[in-house]
């Protein structure tokens, strides 16, 4: 079973910082990124087809390409590829964030 984490500005208590991370933010922040890219549905294939409707930045890892997902000001993503954890520390640092299991 894969790890889920959590970039937040919920455990921070500075003084007038907003406390969610927006849509708009993100979608700022991801597009001076390249190797992001912004999409409203994510489809997952295999045996069966499945598509998610939300808020989905696809991070281009070689390969992979893994979801950070903005859900209720929070960006979520499955650790199952271990190049995840280094570029989830720096996204949470630049967004003013922490990280959490979750």
Excluded at 9 to 24: C, K, Q, V, W
Excluded at 46 to 56: K, L, P
């Amino acid at each position: 079973m894969s790890q889920r984490y959590r970039i937040s500005r919920a455990f921070r208590e500075e003084e007038g910082a907003s406390a969610s991370i927006t849509l708009d933010e993100c979608k700022q922040y991801f597009e001076t990124k390249p190797d992001f890219t912004y999409t409203s549905v994510y489809t997952i294939e295999g045996a069966t087809r499945v598509s998610i409707e939300g808020d989905f930045f696809m991070w281009r890892c070689g390969e992979a390409s893994i979801p950070f997902r903005h859900y209720q000001g929070d960006l979520y993503v499955s650790g199952t590829n271990e190049a995840v954890i280094p570029k989830m520390l720096e996204i949470a640092s630049e967004l003013g964030a922490d990280v959490a299991e979750g």
